[in-house]
Nanobody, 126 residues
Framework: QVQLVESGGGLVQAGGSLRLSCAAS????????MGWFRQAPGKERAFVAA????????YYADSVKGRFTISRDNAKNTGYLQMNSLKPEDTAVYYC???????????????????WGQGTQVTVSS
């Protein structure tokens, strides 16, 4: 089992930045790929970014490419999502997730992920 807990969400003005963290406990976090998803009110959960278990490869949704950066520190069992140049349309609950072992790349779909956190709210005001 892997438990994931997100933190770092909050209220920020458009153009601002936030860094989300995803703290993992349980089995070795470094064995899993990791991703971030988001869900805005009335919308389906959407892929944001993914990173391999080693951190050597990353993949982003077009909507966040160039603004968001996914990273991880396996020594600290923690993943991150640095969000810059935030826009009101980035407002959502953000979830981190850990992939199934040996899954496909890039893991862009919810079914690619085995473990999920509870989410953290990000609100961007205009």
């Amino acid at each position: 089992q892997v438990q994931l807990v997100e933190s770092g969400g909050g209220l920020v003005q458009a153009g601002g930045s936030l860094r989300l963290s995803c703290a993992a406990s349980g089995r070795t976090f470094g064995s899993y790929g990791m991703g971030w998803f988001r869900q805005a009110p009335g919308k389906e959960r959407a892929f944001v970014a993914a990173i391999t278990w080693s951190g050597s490869n990353t993949y982003y949704a077009d909507s966040v490419k160039g603004r968001f950066t996914i990273s991880r520190d396996n020594a600290k069992n923690t993943g991150y999502l640095q969000m810059n140049s935030l826009k009101p349309e980035d407002t959502a609950v953000y979830y981190c997730a850990a992939t199934w072992p040996g899954g496909s790349w890039p893991p862009r779909n919810s079914y690619d992920y085995r473990y999920w956190g509870q989410g953290t709210q990000v609100t961007v005001s205009s």
